[in-house]
């Protein structure tokens, strides 16, 4: 696993050993970052369930401002660590050890342009985390939440009802990527 572009380009990042985390494959974040690469610049990032960092990451490589990086595993967090120090990102990257419930709720009253959701697939984390960035106000009516999942149409069919609207969607193999922002408020 390596970052992709940018100022840390083609540096190799350690990784997490086990069957725990499952990194997102280079081919699929490539195609993410090659689709929302306008967005970035400057931009503020929430990575809620980042394993070994390597997406929170490559959004600094590629010029965003600030990464916040959450995990409640505590073998994560030092992977974390060492892939920020590697990567000389340790002035724009905030890490925190905990459940994702109680980063968002840390997070009150912080707003955030990117959001990235990849939980533990066959969890209903996905669900919980936007629920709980709509009400603590984490995401901006123009922020763009990715997510990551394995089940496409079970988190089609869940976010229907929530305040939140597709904006597009990949296929990579097992792996899905659903684009998603706020519905706009009524006026």
Do not use: W
């Amino acid at each position: 696993m390596r970052i992709i572009s940018g100022k840390s380009r083609g540096t190799k990042l350690y990784t997490l050993e086990g069957e725990n985390t499952r990194p997102t494959l280079d081919r699929v974040k490539e195609s993410i970052f090659n689709i929302i690469q306008n967005e970035i610049e400057g931009a503020k990032i929430l990575d809620l369930f980042s394993g070994s960092g390597a997406i929170g990451l490559e959004f600094l490589s590629r010029g965003a401002q600030i990464a916040v990086l959450c995990d409640k595993s505590k073998e994560a967090i030092n992977v974390i660590k060492k892939n920020i120090s590697k990567t000389h990102f340790e002035d724009n990257a905030q890490v925190f050890n905990m459940d994702f419930e109680n980063c968002l709720n840390m997070l009150k009253g912080q707003q955030f342009d990117i959001i990235y959701l990849d939980p533990p697939y066959e969890t209903n984390y996905i669900m919980k985390s936007l629920n709980k960035i709509i009400e603590l106000k984490i995401a901006k009516q123009e922020s763009l939440i990715i997510i990551e999942t394995d089940d496409e149409s079970r988190i089609e069919k869940q976010i229907e009802n929530i305040d939140v609207k597709i904006i597009d969607k990949r296929k990579y193999g097992r792996a899905a990527i659903i684009f998603v922002g706020l519905k706009k408020e009524d006026a």
